[in-house]
């Protein structure tokens, strides 16, 4: 699926939204291995990253190829400085629902990306069809949380055990969609 969007942030800098491609990889893994580093609302850390470059390059190729999928990247002043991706959960029950994820450098963070990334993401999976977009999120994270509801998720479920940190023991993780149609 392909996409490509200029938008004006808050610091009145111009970002670019646009598929990652395979000669983005190494950009883009040093972003991943970045954010993954700077906060601790994210999956997996730095340390537990095992492909590189060359994976990565083959992993973006085929999401820019996919009909139902899509990797973007946010890029300001020729930096990309954050990521966001629409997933399928890939069964035929659930081939109506897809998982959202981003992810913005921590120095990017407050001036519009993360919404303007989620709006191309939702605009992508109406696209491919799906009803339903979903995500997970850390119930510490308030930020985020605010973002998602403003742009229509709801919660529809808590897992007390969700994550379990190296820093502070276990993370609640809120479940939220987005309906679609």
């Given at each position: 699926m392909k996409y490509s969007k200029n938008v004006s942030l808050k610091n009145n800098k111009k970002c670019l939204l646009r598929n990652a491609t395979g000669d983005d990889a190494q950009e883009v893994l040093n972003v991943f291995l970045l954010t993954h580093e700077q906060t601790d609302?994210?999956?997996s850390y730095k340390d537990e990253t095992s492909f590189?470059?060359?994976f990565e390059k083959q992993f973006l190729a085929e999401k820019e190829c996919?009909?139902?999928e899509v990797y973007l990247?946010?890029?300001v002043?020729?930096?990309i400085v954050g990521t966001a991706n629409v997933d399928s959960k890939g069964a035929n029950k659930v081939k109506h629902r897809a998982e959202l994820g981003?992810?913005?450098d921590k120095d990017f963070c407050g001036v519009g990306i993360g919404r303007a990334l989620i709006a191309a993401c939702i605009e992508c999976a109406k696209e491919a069809g799906y009803s339903q977009l979903e995500l997970e999120v850390v119930s510490e994270n308030s930020n985020a949380i605010a973002l998602y509801k403003s742009m229509g998720f709801i919660e529809f479920?808590?897992?007390p055990r969700g994550f379990r940190s190296r820093?502070?023991?276990?993370?609640?993780?809120?479940?939220?969609?987005l309906e679609l149609d």
């Open positions: 609302f994210l999956s590189d470059t060359a996919a009909d139902r990247c946010a890029v002043d020729g930096q981003v992810a913005i479920g808590r897992n820093y502070q023991d276990w993370q609640e993780l809120i479940s939220m969609r």
